[in-house]
């Protein structure tokens, strides 16, 4: 399947932006024999990958089977009223581990603006008009006038699909990290016994490694915005004999930037994978393999302009008469976050296992990767479309988004 590069000298690390709609395409008129049997298109894969390459990719790129064309496409958009969980990048690259990520994305989305209405938004609780940009979904107290969630162990493990146990593990694993706070609720004064606090500074350090975004450096400093925020606070609170709750994560503006909030039109100040429940059941309920599932679906997503004109997908790279991409084990952790070895491992369970992407090795560019052939991937619809049909799995997933959307 995927093997582990033996020679390191054969790709070397860079952290740039790898693109398939500018390099990668056959530099060569010569096919051996062995070439034109296995692809008999080859020529003509050559001359119109290189015409894409000189038109600046303006045009759609005929394929056969094309997943953005495929009747089950939509069932995965994240603008459909289908449950999911967006991971930022800069989350899975601080934390390495899938399943902890998953979890402390869901809890981000509990402490965001419940009017949120974006691409990059779960859709897991109905919104309705009215709502403020100030009303955040996590409501409780604790004795520190900390902003928190009341929740239990079931009851979270209900919401992102995962064990009991699971969660139980990773929460504390976060909370020894210093990323959340977890406490018990004995008054029962809020729904459930359990309440998980957001530490604000170290999620913001936290984006700052990742992003260098220097709002994120400065806000929590001594005399920062949230030192400011903090004694307005206090000030506004001594004569009053029920005090608000505490500024903290949600009143940051990191928050608001880390979690794609103040983004203009193709200025995103953060990038993500939308991870839907569709494909973490179908891989499943592994969180490692579905979330490498969607970000290389993503590459064939359909780009639509704000006419909603469509583009064509994004993958580019035409072989046998199908679209394809460029994609090795560490470039795909560059771009979502999990270790390399993760990712190989991802990648053998979809490929092999579950059978839902196609794999293959070809040449992709002889001066960056030395003449060594590369991973080139592609889904298998017909597989997919089988299973995103299933009854089970629309039963399963509609049991979960009745979870979140009545939680308690």
């Known amino acids: 399947m995927i093997p582990k590069t033996k020679n390191k000298r054969q790709v070397a690390p860079r952290k740039i932006s790898y693109s398939n709609e500018i390099h990668g395409f056959p530099e060569s008129d010569n096919f051996s024999t062995e070439e034109l049997k296995s692809n008999p298109f080859a020529h003509e894969d050559l001359i119109e990958s290189r015409s ?39 989350l899975g690259h601080g934390i390495g581990n899938a399943n902890r ?53 079931t009851r979270l493990a209900q919401e992102v699909n995962l064990s009991k146990t699971t969660v139980k593990g990773q929460l504390q694993a976060l909370a020894e990290r210093g990323l959340i706070q977890i406490s018990r609720n004995d008054s029962r004064q809020h729904d459930g016994d359990l309440l998980i606090t957001m530490c604000g500074p170290q999620l913001a350090d936290l984006y700052y490694q990742f992003s260098k975004d220097k709002i994120a450096k400065d806000e929590f400093e001594e005399n920062g915005p949230h030192a400011q925020r903090l004694s307005r606070w206090e000030n506004d609170v001594k004569d009053l004999c029920k005090a608000r709750i ?69 993958a580019c790279i035409k072989r046998h008469r ?20 993760t990712v190989r491992t991802s990648l053998n369970y979809l490929i092999g296992e579950r059978q839902l ?25 017909p597989v997919l479309e089988q299973l995103l049909s299933n009854s089970d799995i629309h039963d399963e997933l509609l049991d979960m988004e009745m979870t979140r959307l009545y939680p308690y």
């Open 357 to 381: 992407l196609t794999f293959d090795k070809w040449i992709y560019d002889r001066k960056r990767d030395r003449s060594q052939p590369m991973t080139h991937l592609r889904p298998n619809v």
């Open 101 to 153: 990520t998953r979890i402390l994305a869901w809890l981000l989305w509990w402490f965001d603006e419940e009017s949120t209405r974006s691409r990059f938004a779960d859709r897991g609780v109905e919104r309705f008009p009215g709502y403020g940009r100030e009303l955040c979904r996590a409501r409780a107290k604790n004795a520190n006038h900390d902003r928190c969630l009341g929740t239990t162990y």
């Open 52 to 90: 894409l390459a000189h038109e600046g990719r303006k045009g759609l790129v005929p394929s056969k089977n094309p997943w953005h064309e495929s009747p089950q496409y939509r069932l995965l958009s994240p603008e459909e009223p289908n449950t999911g969980i967006w991971i930022p990048r800069w």
């Open 322 to 341: 199908h679209l394809w991409i460029a994609k090795s084990s560490r470039q795909l952790n560059q771009e979502i976050g999990l270790p390399e070895s």
């Open 246 to 314: 505490k500024p903290g994560w949600f009143e940051s503006n990191t928050r608001r930037r880390a979690l794609n909030r103040d983004s203009q039109a193709n200025f995103p100040t953060s990038k993500g994978t939308w991870v839907p429940d569709y494909l973490f059941l179908i891989c499943d309920k592994k969180s490692a393999p579905a979330w490498v599932l969607s970000q290389v679906l993503w590459w064939f997503s359909d780009r639509v302009t704000r006419d909603a004109i469509s583009l064509g997908p994004r």
